[in-house]
Nanobody, 121 residues
Framework: QVQVVESGGGLVQPGGSLSLSCAAS????????MGWYRQGPGEQRDLVASVAKDGMTVYTDSVKGRFTISRDNAKNTVFLQMNSLKPEDTAVYYCKAQIERRIGSMVGDYWGQGTQVTVSS
């Protein structure tokens, strides 16, 4: 069994900051990429940022320079620091971890339950 649990999120004014955390636990041999996705009302779920096991990061253009993704491999945790938030950042944010549960087993995508981020005055 694998669990992926997000924390953080909430309501913030435009220009403010929020921090999200996501921890994976359970039967885990190795975690590859970890990432944050978001889904607004009536929209598809899109990548916000991802970080590989070696620390290489990818960001969608709209958050570059404002968001920072990082991870703690020892704690199977990924973070998203969001600064200079805009109303268009409002969405449900989901964490995804690519996990190999046992040596040589297939790598699967495991998702968290999502956390709401609302940017509004």
């Amino acid at each position: 069994q694998v669990q992926v649990v997000e924390s953080g999120g909430g309501l913030v004014q435009p220009g403010g900051s929020l921090s999200l955390s996501c921890a994976a636990s359970g039967s885990i041999f190795r975690i590859y990429d970890m990432g944050w996705y978001r889904q607004g009302p009536g929209e598809q779920r899109d990548l916000v940022a991802s970080v590989a096991k070696d620390g290489m990061t990818v960001y969608t253009d709209s958050v570059k320079g404002r968001f920072t993704i990082s991870r703690d491999n020892a704690k199977n945790t990924v973070f998203l620091q969001m600064n200079s938030l805009k109303p268009e950042d409002t969405a449900v944010y989901y964490c995804k971890a690519q996990i190999e549960r046992r040596i040589g087993s297939m790598v699967g995508d495991y998702w968290g339950q999502g956390t709401q981020v609302t940017v509004s005055s």
